[in-house]
Nanobody, 121 residues
Framework: QLQLVESGGGLVQIGGSLRLSCAAS????????MGWYRQAPGKQLELVAD???????NYGDSVKGRFAISRDSVKNTVFLQMNSVNSEDTAVYYC???????????????WGQGTQVTISA
């Protein structure tokens, strides 16, 4: 079954670092853009960062200069390196990918189950 499996969430202190990973598993034809979104309590889902299959990146304003997204296209994995974290980074982080399961089906967005990131004082 096609799915996105996230790992790396947890508790980290203000100013610290954390690295999230998300791997696409199952059978599929292609993956284009992969990325991360987050949702803090009481707030809307927002883009953190994404990266296309040419390596072009896009970041949300609140994380520019602190977070870095990368991918391993051979392993169909996307990473989010989070540095200089602050309390506003506390959220559930969701992996997202545009995947075409096979030639008979259009590309669609797939989502991971979410991983909690909590920033402590």
């Amino acid at each position: 079954q096609l799915q996105l499996v996230e790992s790396g969430g947890g508790l980290v202190q203000i100013g610290g670092s954390l690295r999230l990973s998300c791997a696409a598993s199952g059978r599929f034809f292609s993956i284009t853009t992969m990325g991360w979104y987050r949702q803090a309590p009481g707030k809307q889902l927002e883009l953190v960062a994404d990266i296309d299959n040419y390596g072009r990146t896009n970041y949300g304003d609140s994380v520019k200069g602190r977070f870095a997204i990368s991918r391993d296209s051979v392993k169909n994995t996307v990473f989010l390196q989070m540095n200089s974290v602050n309390s506003e980074d506390t959220a559930v982080y969701y992996c997202n990918a545009d995947i075409r399961p096979n030639l008979s089906v259009r590309t669609a967005q797939y989502w991971g189950q979410g991983t909690q990131v909590t920033i402590s004082a």
